[in-house]
Antibody, heavy 116, light 107 residues
Framework: EVQLVESGGGLVQPGGSLRLSCAAS????????MSWVRQAPGKGLEWVAN????????YYVDSVKGRFTISRDNAKNSLYLQMNSLRAEDTAVYYC?????????WGQGTLVTVSS | DIQMTQSPSTLSASVGDRVTITCRAS??????LAWYQQKPGKAPKLLIY???SLESGVPSRFSGSGSGTEFTLTISSLQPDDFATYYC?????????FGPGTKVDIK
């Protein structure tokens, strides 16, 4: 059974940093592009970043470029999102999802709240 | 970026109704469109990909159609489990934008 389990969310002050993790199981992690998608409270979905199987290609939505870094460790079947210089508008549930751009499996999400 | 719109934003329907949701793209996306269902507090669930292909395990009452800039999601006979919010998403080009969602609630 495919499982994606996010962790690392929490309350952080504006300008602060947070690192999200996603533990994958039930499939060959190293064979798939992986993505992060977020959803602000009561709002719609927004693609944030994705990463190629071997980590050689990474893409970001314009609003997080230069602040967020996506990475992966195929030996640990894990996906990461390092978030720096956080802003109030980054407040959202962050989902880890399998796929380049269309997502057949999603984690349960982890809430990031940016507030003083 | 490609902009996605959905109509209606809210739809009130009864069990057994035929329901249609429309999604429009600001430019042609060929058939690179997906539909997701999301229930409160849960992750989205993939229903349809490539505009009309049914994801494995999804009931056949769900169907998708369209190409270019106009797409529809149809639920042939609404069931109690189908009351949720539905999102379309283009994956023709970055930034893989989603529509604003259509909430299907009980009439």
């Amino acid at each position: 059974e495919v499982q994606l389990v996010e962790s690392g969310g929490g309350l952080v002050q504006p300008g602060g940093s947070l690192r999200l993790s996603c533990a994958a199981s039930g499939f060959t992690f190293s064979s798939y592009w992986m993505s992060w998608v977020r959803q602000a409270p009561g709002k719609g979905l927004e693609w944030v970043a994705n990463i190629k199987q071997d980590g050689s290609e990474k893409y970001y939505v314009d609003s997080v470029k230069g602040r967020f870094t996506i990475s992966r460790d195929n030996a640990k079947n894990s996906l990461y999102l390092q978030m720096n210089s956080l802003r109030a508008e980054d407040t959202a549930v962050y989902y880890c999802a399998r796929g380049t751009a269309m997502y057949d499996y999603w984690g349960q999400g982890t809430l990031v709240t940016v507030s003083s | 970026d490609i902009q996605m719109t959905q109509s209606p934003s809210t739809l009130s329907a009864s069990v057994g109704d035929r329901v249609t949701i429309t999604c429009r793209a600001s430019q042609s996306i060929s058939s690179w469109l997906a539909w997701y269902q999301q229930k409160p507090g849960k992750a989205p669930k993939l229903l349809i990909y490539k505009a009309s292909s049914l994801e494995s395990g999804v009931p056949s009452r769900f169907s998708g159609s369209g190409s270019g800039t106009e797409f529809t999601l149809t639920i042939s006979s609404l069931q109690p489990d189908d009351f949720a919010t539905y999102y379309c998403q283009q994956y023709n080009s970055y930034s893989f934008t989603f529509g604003p969602g259509t909430k299907v609630d009980i009439k």
